[in-house]
Every structure is written in structure tokens, then in C-alpha cells.
């Protein structure tokens, strides 16, 4: 009986009782030996991870991911309108040894505007400020014997300088963050601007000319539309209480932008219909 007692007893280092917890202790320490190298592991990890994609957001790999990106929207657009979709980025246009120009949108059959030619340009990049940014669209335009050009610039990169969307004369310049699906109908939209401006471009009719009041109308409604968006991001970021606000502003807005890409199809509708009487 003695012997029992003592084989349970934790007085007695050499008991049955003392050795199992010095093993269950030497277990524990190694468990969390363990356990804390599995955190430094992952911490690393995540840290490293974080620094690849900052790297890769400044790189030539994310302009080039952003150009997919673009292209693959572009590509979206132009079945839905039975127009024709080119990449031309890897290869030379009417300038000599150029590349400017990543993408060609022809115009369609059976449009007022039919084999227009639009040229996108997609950039990820911080080094284009606004003068530069429409002089490359200029050039974009020439190399790729387009009438229109459409600059996208990636709104993580784009310097405070660059519309979030605003026409000048034969080109559109926005911002477009591909990792947010909302923002896809400023590209819809200048899609159908570019459209409309290439009517204007092949009719140089005065009627035609005077509808596009309404069609820069609906441009600068659009793009209060998204600077409203910039509004929605900071409440969502100051705070959580603003949800409600969030909400309802993110709802009018989605309604106004409906409504103004309804009327620049409503006025390419006009502009086909008309171009059709005049040639009749």
C-alpha cells in the first residue's frame, strides 16, 4: 500500500505520477516551441507575400496585367455590339517602329459609324500626368489610324491630376480599378462616347453635331456620378455607422448612371436613325 502511495505522490521525483508530468510539461514546451515557429513561419510568409505584390503593383508585370485586364473588357464590349476587337500592342502601327495603341475597336455593320476605328490605351502607371497622357492618345490615334482614342489609366496609379472621366475633342481619358466590377460601366460608357464621336467624326453635319449637347451632358453627369463614388470609399473607411448612407447614396447614384448611359444610347440611336434618312 506504501509503495502505491508513493508511486503517486509528486514528492517523490523518481513516482510514476512525477515522471508522467515532467513528460506532459516537456510536451506542452514543445507544442508551443512549435506553435510559435509556425507563427513566425506564416508571419513571414504574409510579410513576404505583401512585399511581392507591392513590387509587382510598381513593376511592368502588373501594367501588364492591367492591360489584360483592360483588353479582356474591351473584348466583353465588343461581342455584346457585334463590333470587331483587335490587340495590336505587340505589333507596329502606321508610325515607324511604334507600339502605341494596345487594343482597336472597329465599329460594326449596321451603325451609323460602321468601320470606325477606336484605340484603347491601357496604363498603369504614376509617370503620366494629364498633357502626357493626351499627347500619347494623340499618337495612339495616328499609329493605329483610328478617329477616337479611349486612355484608360489604373486608378491605383493615376496621378490626382487624371479625370475619372472626361472627354477632350477626340479622346476620353478615365480611371478604372479592375478590382472593383462597378467601376466596369465607365468603360461601357466611353465605349458608347467613342461611338458617338466617330459619327460625328464620318458625318460633319451640323445636326448631328448640335446632339452631342446632350451626349457631353450626360458625360459631365457621369463623372459627378464618380466622384460621388470617392465619397462612398472615405465614409466607408471613417466608419461603420455611415452604412446606411452608403447605401442609399450608392443606390441614387446607381440609378443616375443608368440613366445617362440610357441617354447616350438613346442619342446613338438618333444619330443612326438620322444617318440612315440622309442616305436614303
Not at 496585367?65 to 505589333?91: K, P, T, W
Not at 478617329?147 to 496609379?157: D, E, S
Not at 457621369?222 to 460621388?228: A, L, M, S, V
Amino acid at each position: 500500500m506504501s509503495q502505491c502511495a508513493s508511486q503517486l505522490s509528486l514528492d517523490n521525483p523518481e513516482s510514476a505520477l512525477s515522471r508522467m508530468q515532467l513528460m506532459l510539461q516537456e510536451q506542452h514546451k514543445q507544442t508551443l516551441e512549435a506553435t510559435n515557429q509556425l507563427s513566425s513561419s506564416l508571419n513571414l510568409a504574409v510579410s513576404q507575400l505583401q512585399v511581392r505584390k507591392a513590387e509587382a503593383a510598381r513593376s511592368t508585370i502588373h501594367g501588364v496585367d492591367f492591360e489584360a485586364a483592360v483588353g479582356e473588357q474591351i473584348r466583353q464590349l465588343a461581342d455584346a455590339a457585334g463590333d470587331v476587337f483587335e490587340e495590336v500592342g505587340a505589333s507596329t502601327g502606321v508610325i515607324p517602329n511604334s507600339k502605341v495603341g494596345d487594343f482597336v475597336l472597329t465599329v460594326g455593320p449596321e451603325k451609323a459609324a460602321t468601320g470606325a476605328r477606336i484605340v484603347w490605351e491601357a496604363k498603369a502607371s504614376a509617370s503620366y500626368d494629364l498633357p502626357k497622357t493626351l499627347a500619347e492618345a494623340d499618337v495612339a490615334r495616328r499609329n493605329r489610324n483610328a478617329g477616337v482614342c479611349i486612355f484608360v489609366h489604373a486608378a491605383r496609379t493615376a496621378q490626382p491630376g487624371i479625370p475619372a472621366f472626361a472627354r477632350y475633342g477626340h479622346d476620353i481619358v478615365l480611371r478604372w480599378n479592375e478590382e472593383d466590377p462597378a467601376t466596369d460601366l465607365w468603360l461601357r460608357a466611353a465605349s458608347m462616347v467613342a461611338s458617338a464621336l466617330s459619327v460625328r467624326a464620318a458625318a460633319h453635319d451640323r445636326k448631328d453635331a448640335a446632339s452631342f449637347k446632350v451626349v457631353d451632358g450626360a458625360i459631365e453627369r457621369i463623372r459627378k456620378q464618380i466622384e460621388g463614388f470617392e465619397e462612398i470609399r472615405k465614409s466607408a473607411t471613417t466608419s461603420q455607422s455611415a452604412a446606411g448612407k452608403i447605401l442609399e447614396r450608392g443606390r441614387i447614384m446607381e440609378d443616375a448612371l443608368i440613366s445617362q448611359v440610357a441617354t447616350l444610347a438613346d442619342e446613338m440611336a438618333k444619330l443612326k436613325a438620322r444617318s440612315g434618312e440622309e442616305a436614303g
